[in-house]
């Protein structure tokens, strides 16, 4: 009597052996039998195949030659195509480590989550999402995050935020199914190759610490809480649902719990809604907002933008799990864009104050400004025709953008004063060019004597500030005695505060709130040049710059016009005889010199 065929040598013979050669796959379904519940038997009672295939035409039917090329790692650490441990205790040619009823012939097959050839119970990433079984559990076998009754290691979102796990833990979904886009896994440990970062040789840790190792994604934990952002329904603590920050509306989450209202499949994903193929990333940064604790990067973090607590500054919400409205979220301008999702490009002015006389002076013109959404590249000096170009201003110097955006001034080897101020541009990173703002630059503090030359039948103004160097304050202008004044004027009256001076016989000085001073005729008096007065002034440091430099008026009438018919008091205007004009057109064009100081404001 022959005895029968035991290809896998099981002690089970071929024609009672439900997997002949012991590779994992069904001799029914090697045949290419229809067996739809994958219990090993044909569907169809008493339909016999015609004859077996050999894919590799070497003479050897498939079903007697091991060529399953997803035999799990775990079943196979020789990789002789061969289940290594063949116990089967029902005797039906199918090795405990594979069948799904031990205690009877035929078999169930056992779940394969992802259909990638591996079953669960072997398989290191059950829905191919690319994170680790392990790393889903934590610790806790059975997990399930959202409460769907999908457990963890097979929910392809396992907070129900909208937003697939694969993208929250750093990977990539171009079919946005929530899986990895490529299943080829070479060393059948269950972990796709396109994350696996062992490729080669299988994989088998022990614990959650271990399997990160495993997998190329970062599976982060934005806000350190001790859950994975897949697995936080607030990844940055900031007090906003990951759903509300990836551009779900909140709509579709009325109870602000952080999950999608309505059902899932079985996949764990919802069905009210799409998982969200690109998450919102306000600021381009590359950081989508639900991980990112300033979402418009203005400088300000998320949570105070949302007027959440956080006394800390650390940029969450003092109150873990909290969420805040996302339907009432502060938006000053009212555009429908809440503020912390707007960022505005703030350009301030510029002063670059004690400058050393006859040297640059470089001023770090965005230093003072938001401009992590500046491109440098724009930066245009008002005036020019290009981002980039040097302004020369005649009689004083030239102003140049340098490579690091700040602004440089070169003064002319004969200009000693504070140049006049210039303004500058700059376009944010979405082109939008941002409006004009001032740079100015302040030489050492010094003031220098002023002489005027005027019609004094006119109320004169002295700018007295205009040509002295320094960050001065107008406001602190005023009058100051010298020496031997009261010896000429002994009734002259000057106010406690410096701002007016009374001198009998000649007129009235006045300092103006413009740092300016005004003089006026006493009415009735002669015309006559009025005696020198001084000033002082303070730096907006609060320096005061004493000084013992006169104002001198001159009058432009010739010697012996001083007739007091001519002459322009406080509450009198006189007419000039056509000669008088003339004589004071012909002085005023030979003595007509204004020395000129520009006012300096605090910015």
């Known amino acids: 009597m022959a005895i029968p065929k035991d290809t896998d040598g099981d002690t089970v013979p071929d024609y009672r052996d439900l997997d002949a050669d012991n590779d994992g796959i069904l001799d029914v379904t090697e045949a290419g039998g229809t067996d739809a519940n994958g219990d090993g038997v044909i569907d169809e009672e008493g339909t016999l195949l015609p004859t077996l295939p050999d894919s590799d035409g070497n003479g ?52 394969d989550t992802d259909a990638d050839g591996i079953p669960d119970v072997y398989d290191l990433d059950d829905d191919n999402d690319g994170i680790p ?15 769907d009754g999908i457990v963890d290691t097979k929910d392809l979102d396992s907070d129900n935020d909208g937003i697939l796990d694969v993208r929250e833990a750093g990977g990539v979904d171009l079919d946005n199914n929530g899986r990895v886009d490529s299943a080829v896994d070479v060393d059948n440990d269950g972990l796709a190759d396109v994350v696996d970062a062992n490729p080669e040789s299988a994989d088998a840790p022990t614990d959650a610490e ?40 909140a709509d579709n989450d009325t109870d602000n719990d952080g999950m999608v209202d309505g059902d ?15 998450p919102t990333d306000t600021d381009r940064d590359g950081t989508p907002d639900f991980q990112d604790s300033d979402s418009d990067n203005d400088g300000l973090f998320d949570v105070v933008e949302v007027e959440g607590v956080d006394e800390d500054k650390d940029g969450m919400i003092d109150d873990v799990d909290t969420l805040l409205d996302p339907t009432i979220l ?127 039948t006119k109320p004169v103004t002295v700018n007295v500030l205009e040509n002295d160097n320094g960050d001065l304050d107008v406001s602190t202008v005023k009058i100051v005695l ?87 008091t406080s509450d009198s205007v006189p007419v000039f005889t056509k000669i008088g004009l003339g004589l004071l057109a012909m002085i005023g064009s030979i003595f007509g010199l204004f020395l000129f100081r520009k006012e300096k404001n605090k910015i």
């Open 60 to 111: 050897t039917p498939d079903v007697n030659e091991p060529n399953n090329s997803r035999l799990p790692a775990a079943l196979d650490a020789d990789g002789d195509g061969v289940i290594d441990d063949a116990t089967d205790s029902d005797g039906d040619g199918v090795p405990d480590m594979l069948d799904g009823t031990k205690e009877s012939f035929a078999t169930e097959a056992l779940e």
């Open 133 to 147: 079984d392990l790393v889903e559990e934590n610790g806790e076998e059975g997990r399930d995050t959202d409460g």
């Open 210 to 249: 271990e399997a990160r190792t495993i997998t190329t994604l970062a599976v982060p934990d934005t806000d350190r809480d001790g859950r994975a952002d897949f697995q936080d329904i607030d990844a940055d603590n900031d007090g906003l649902s990951d759903l509300s920050e990836s551009g779900t509306s």
């Open 264 to 278: 899932v499949d079985e996949n764990g994903l919802t069905t009210t809604i799409v998982a969200v193929a690109s």
């Open 330 to 456: 502060p938006d000053e301008d009212g555009d429908d864009t809440p503020d912390y999702q707007e960022f505005d490009v703030v350009i301030f002015p510029d002063v670059l104050s004690n400058v050393e006389l006859n040297t640059t002076g470089t001023v770090p013109v965005l230093a003072n400004d938001q401009v992590d959404a500046i491109d440098i590249s724009t930066l245009q000096i008002t005036g020019t025709k290009n981002p980039g170009e040097s302004l020369v201003v005649e009689g004083e110097g030239v102003w140049s953008i340098e490579s690091d955006g700040s602004i440089s001034f070169t003064p002319e080897a004969d200009f000693v004063n504070d140049p006049a101020d210039i303004a500058y541009s700059v376009e944010d990173k979405y082109g939008v060019r941002r409006p004009d703002v001032t740079v100015t630059v302040n030489y050492i503090a010094n003031v220098r004597e002023d002489v005027k030359v005027g019609n004094l």
């Open 482 to 568: 010298p020496e031997g004044f009261m010896d000429k004027h002994p009734d002259a009256e000057l106010s406690a505060d410096g701002k007016l001076l009374k001198v009998p016989t000649q007129g009235t000085w006045t300092v103006n709130p413009d740092g300016t001073i005004t003089y006026i005729v006493e009415k009735d008096s002669r015309y006559v040049n009025p005696t020198p007065i001084s000033y002082s002034v303070k730096d907006t440091n609060g320096n005061e710059l004493s000084t013992s430099t006169l104002i001198t008026l001159r009058k432009t009438v010739v010697a012996g016009v001083d007739d007091l018919s001519e002459c322009q």
